[in-house]
């Protein structure tokens, strides 16, 4: 069941942005390919919802977009994507407000382009906010989301998911506290937990909330708890704030706001697929 305290998680600090870096990561890297479709940026207005440290948003302004709105529910990250702008000379062209998607006013007919990166599977009701998006769009605007298949649902799935994320990641392999992470993972990971449920781990070690497990909770209320008493610990999304759909659904949220789909792109691995990401056009 989706968390009621989800927007609470998000707006939190030493949530996720303790461990949300998907700069050193080939996967997350590949994602800024995908907007090649769009093409040229010059004198565009682009929107980047649920901006986190603003990777896209930084992105855009360095592309010569004309300005950006990044929003996001976290104020802790978008002190990060505000220091960042800053330390690239590009803050004068992004405008970043924090706010929740789902309540914030968004200027009808405004934006030429609306990226929604790893964010849609995180909202109570990602149909909301994908017909704000699409009534902020202007027409002939296009629309690049993403999200992760139902089948990530299954534990299985999810912990081969986060090991290919780590080995992914030059950090893990360059960092030699991502490092120690990453033993730590797999060491308990493999011998344990693809058997085990998570919250079933035992974190005994409590010199290693230093060095961070990479663990999830199943619950918002239980990561609440956790970090309370270990405030260094580097915990992954609990299970219910994602909001898993199947395939099929996630394109219908951009069919039923009245745009059209353009190409739906699978995400991750042949054999290990993440998600899709889904490119739309406003037509009318
Ligand atoms: C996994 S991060 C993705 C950040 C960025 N799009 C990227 O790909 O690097 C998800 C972001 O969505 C934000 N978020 C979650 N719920 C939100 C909401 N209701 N409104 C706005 N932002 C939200 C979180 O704070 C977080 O920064």
Redesign the pocket.
Known sequence: MFSEQ??EY??ARGT??KW?N?ENNRW?KK?FEYFDYFGNFENKIVA?????????AHYFAKKGAQGVYG????EE?LDIARRNAQRDGISGKIFFKQ????D?ELKNNFFDLI?????LI???DPQK?VVKMAESLKKGGIIIANTDRVMLRLRIYRNIYYLLYWVNSCESLLNPLCYCKFLFFSKRLLSKLLFKPFPEMPYECESLDKFVSLRQLKTTKDTFEFLKQYPAADLLYPLDVLNFMPKEKFISLFSDAGLKIIKVIPEGHWFFPKGDIVIARKVC
């Not at 990226?115 to 964010?119: H, I, L, Y």
Request: some cysteine; hydrophobic content about 40%; proline content about 3%.
């Open positions: 989800a927007e998000f707006s996720v942005a949300w998907p997350y994602q980047d919802i649920g901006t986190g440290k603003g990777r896209f929003l996001d529910i976290s990250m706010g929740n998607i789902l914030i990226c929604c990166m790893e964010t995180h909202l109570r906010a």
